[in-house]
């Protein structure tokens, strides 16, 4: 993959926004604490009594009792698509398939205790999922999204024909996935060498492997073309990855 180029950080939101995300995700601290301890019986009425704000509030925010729990899940994966598309720190750009390990590594390692709770949370929610159907939902439509929302990033940094692009996104965002789903399916702590970070940094890797030999040598909508790598032994498909269409 070529290497990242240096972005334009976002620009930051306004008071009444973070007043109001911050408001949002302390409503989803306390939801994810309730699901996790009683699973489908959590009502959104419980939901907003122990949160302190009003029934009329909560639904403000939230039209169901699993939507709640969203700011808490997406944060993280908001966290890792901002630290992708922030400038490099140092004066050299980094390989993209460099740049997204590293983004990983940071997303899923806890820097204090906040994040470390955030991810014992979502593993209790995990957990509840399988006898909450709508909460699985929830799960799988903030992957969905991060996956979209990953696209337009890669696209900056690679500069990849949107067919690799897609496939680029699909393979780092289920590496995520897939790191804090088996993470969260035994009981060790969200830090050290066996917390999600590792696991997400050699799927990441596993899952890329193959992609600059994709970009370029198939077409976007989908058909191959004359030099398929995979009927090719003489390499020569491999040196075109990276060009994009």
């Known amino acids: 993959m070529p290497t990242a180029p240096r972005s334009t950080p ?5 008071l009444t926004e973070r007043r109001k995300a911050e ?18 019986a959590v009502t959104a009425e419980e939901i907003a009594r122990t949160s302190g704000v009003a029934l009329r509030t909560f639904y403000r ?32 750009a980094l390989p993209v398939r460099e740049v997204l390990e590293r983004a990983a590594r940071r997303a899923l390692t806890p820097a204090d205790e906040p994040a470390a709770e955030a991810l014992r949370w979502t593993r209790g929610l995990l957990r509840a999922m399988p ?6 939902a929830v799960w799988h ?27 680029a996104a699909a393979a780092a965002n289920t590496a995520m996935r897939i790191a804090v789903e088996e993470w ?21 890797r596993a899952l890329t492997a193959g992609l600059p030999e994709m970009t370029g040598a198939y077409e976007v ?20 990855g990276g060009r994009s269409r």
């Open 10 to 14: 976002p620009p930051r939101p306004s």
């Open 23 to 40: 408001t949002q995700l302390e409503i989803a601290r306390t939801a994810a604490a309730l699901f996790t301890e009683r699973g489908a």
């Open 61 to 92: 925010y939230f039209r169901a009792k699993e939507d709640a729990v969203v700011p808490l899940l997406a944060n993280g994966v908001r966290e890792w698509l901002d630290d992708l598309a922030a400038p490099p720190a140092g004066p050299e």
């Open 131 to 136: 006898d909450d159907p709508a909460l699985r």
């Open 141 to 167: 439509r903030i992957h969905h999204d991060s996956e979209e929302a990953l696209r337009p990033v890669l696209a900056r940094l690679t500069g990849a024909d949107p067919w690799a692009v897609r496939l």
């Open 184 to 204: 969260a399916a035994g009981d060790t702590a969200p830090d050290g060498p066996r917390g999600p970070a590792a696991p997400a940094v050699r799927a990441m």
């Open 221 to 240: 909508n989908g058909r191959e073309n004359e030099e398929d790598p995979g009927r090719r032994g003489d390499g020569k498909a491999a040196a075109a």
